[in-house]
């Protein structure tokens, strides 16, 4: 079996894998990291093995498998709106993670075109999500009221209907029990807006503001 034939076999299911990762993988074999080198970026220029970023790689061209170069991380924010059906907007993976980041905004599989958004989230506020299915995936994305405040925290404003289906969704005691640990600033925001809204929203008159 050819090198390239067992990175294949063995990392393909992988949603992501790092260049340490093989040199682990092939330490008993004594292969120097330079030869690993060449040989993923044979497999890239042949279209078989994609980047993701510096030394992390996939055999998936998804762009939800780009979550997983910033492990531990959740979707959250738009995309969590979108990947749990809370509103008809498609969006970009927006990736929360306690990892250091130096851009917000970067691209993936080498394509100028293919955005992804990353933000640091401090790791006092880095619960409040759950494990969804997303085709052979399986995807950690914030739950309604850790997105709800997600949103306010990261200061991304939407037009009030925007936020009929999370509104719907949560769970106000929920809510409070997050809000807990946040500064009374965006606590109070969160709660002002639910306030507002909410019975709009469940009562159905949230959805069409004209």
Same mark, same amino acid.
Request: glycine share 4%.
């Given at each position: 079996? =050819?090198?390239?034939?067992?990175?294949? %076999?063995?990392?393909?299911?992988?949603? /992501?894998?790092?260049?340490?990762?093989?040199?682990?993988?092939?330490? $008993?074999?004594?292969?120097? @990291?330079?030869? !690993?080198?060449?040989?993923?970026?044979?497999?890239?220029?042949?279209?078989?093995?994609? @980047?993701?970023?510096?030394?992390?790689?996939?055999?998936?061209? $998804?762009?939800?498998?780009? +979550?997983?170069?910033?492990?531990?991380?959740?979707?959250?924010?738009?995309?969590? !709106?979108?990947?749990?059906?809370?509103?008809?907007?498609?969006?970009?993976?927006? #990736?929360?993670?306690?990892?250091?980041?130096?851009?917000?905004?970067?691209?993936?599989?080498?394509?100028?075109?293919?955005?992804?958004? /990353?933000?640091?989230?401090? =790791?006092?506020?880095?619960?409040?999500?759950? #494990?969804?299915?997303?085709?052979?995936?399986?995807?950690?994305? *914030?739950?309604?009221?850790?997105? &709800?405040?997600?949103?306010?925290?990261?200061? /991304?404003? !939407?037009?009030?209907? $925007?936020?009929?289906?999370? &509104? %719907? @969704?949560?769970?106000?005691?929920? /809510?409070?029990?997050? &809000?807990?640990?946040?500064?009374?600033?965006? *606590?109070? @925001?969160?709660?002002?807006?639910?306030?507002?809204?909410?019975? !709009?929203?469940?009562? +159905?008159? &949230?959805?069409?503001?004209?």
């Amino acid at each position: 079996m =050819t090198i390239v034939n067992e990175i294949t %076999r063995h990392f393909s299911d992988y949603p /992501v894998f790092t260049h340490r990762d093989l040199r682990l993988y092939f330490s $008993n074999k004594r292969i120097k @990291s330079s030869n !690993l080198t060449r040989i993923l970026s044979y497999m890239k220029s042949n279209g078989d093995l994609y @980047s993701l970023k510096k030394s992390v790689y996939t055999f998936k061209k $998804n762009d939800m498998v780009s +979550g997983f170069a910033y492990t531990p991380f959740y979707y959250g924010l738009l995309s969590a !709106l979108t990947l749990r059906d809370l509103w008809i907007q498609n969006s970009r993976p927006e #990736i929360l993670t306690i990892k250091k980041i130096r851009s917000n905004r970067t691209t993936i599989f080498d394509d100028p075109k293919d955005v992804i958004f /990353v933000h640091h989230m401090p =790791t006092r506020y880095f619960f409040g999500f759950d #494990i969804i299915n997303y085709g052979v995936l399986k995807l950690p994305v *914030s739950d309604p009221e850790k997105t &709800l405040i997600d949103l306010f925290y990261y200061k /991304v404003k !939407l037009p009030p209907q $925007n936020y009929d289906g999370l &509104l %719907r @969704s949560i769970e106000i005691k929920k /809510v409070h029990k997050y &809000l807990k640990v946040y500064d009374k600033h965006t *606590s109070k @925001s969160v709660l002002n807006f639910v306030k507002k809204y909410k019975l !709009l929203a469940d009562s +159905g008159k &949230l959805s069409n503001p004209y």
